[in-house]
């Protein structure tokens, strides 16, 4: 079975731009949830989707949304990229409800904002 | 606020020694989670627990409730076992998120 996979791999930007990165869950996997990671830190939530809603919301500004799709992929979706934005997103899938069942990551995507 | 601490920030060992990477967190919590993270940033579930110890191979990891602290052992390290450990709790109340230490970096010589 294939497992979180996420796209692209590596992305670099100018600010101001917008992007939008990919990420597909585990086959029967109802929820997905993102992270930014900044060199040297460990992840920050962003965004919980399980069965297609919001579950959760981490502390970043309105530039950042996402969405979930019928078959449970997602986006995740920033606005006028700042410098800060530059991190390595990752995308984690899991049976049920982030936190209380086993996560699997992706790889990630690496941002680069020059 | 749910925060979560970890210790030690970088560990070095020789290979064979017993490894114990400690967490501490804030709130009461509904699970635990230790993941392990190589170079290049892709990220491995290690362990979920709520409650007593889970093994698996050489890893063992242990969570005390009623002190709010998990810790991860590695017996018979190994120079692969070389990584960035993180550990991240899930708070019974408030917003339903995942709050992450910051890592220990553990590097095994051998």
């Known amino acids: 079975d294939a497992g979180v996979t996420q796209s692209p791999t590596h992305l670099i930007k100018t600010r101001g731009q917008h992007v939008t990165l990919r990420c597909s869950p585990i086959s029967g996997h109802k929820s997905v949830s993102w992270y930014q990671q900044v060199l040297g830190q460990g992840p920050q939530f962003i965004f919980q989707y399980y069965e297609k809603e919001e579950r959760g919301r981490g502390n970043f500004p309105d530039r950042f949304s996402a969405r979930q799709f019928p078959n449970y992929s997602s986006e995740l979706n920033v606005n006028a990229l700042l410098l800060g934005d530059s991190a390595l997103y990752l995308c984690?899938?899991?049976?049920?409800?982030?936190?209380?069942?086993?996560?699997?990551f992706g790889n990630g995507t690496r941002l680069t904002v020059t | 606020k749910n925060e979560v601490e970890q210790s030690p920030q970088n560990l070095t060992a020789q290979e064979g020694e017993f490894i114990t990477i400690n967490c501490s967190y804030s709130?009461?919590?509904?699970?635990l989670h230790w993941l392990q993270q190589h170079p290049g940033g892709g990220i491995v579930s290690l362990f979920m627990?709520?409650?007593g110890k889970k093994k698996h191979g050489r890893l063992i990891a242990t969570i005390n409730i009623q002190e709010k602290h998990s810790s991860l052992h590695i017996t018979a390290s190994h120079p692969r076992d070389s990584a960035v450990y993180i550990c991240?709790?899930?708070?019974?109340?408030?917003?339903?998120?995942?709050?992450f230490g910051q890592g220990t970096r553990l590097t095994i010589n051998p």
């Open positions: 991240a709790s899930m708070a019974i109340q408030g917003a339903q998120k995942l709050v």
């Open positions: 709130v009461g919590i509904s699970a």
């Open positions: 984690a899938s899991s049976l049920g409800p982030e936190g209380v069942s086993p996560l699997h």
């Open positions: 627990l709520s409650s």
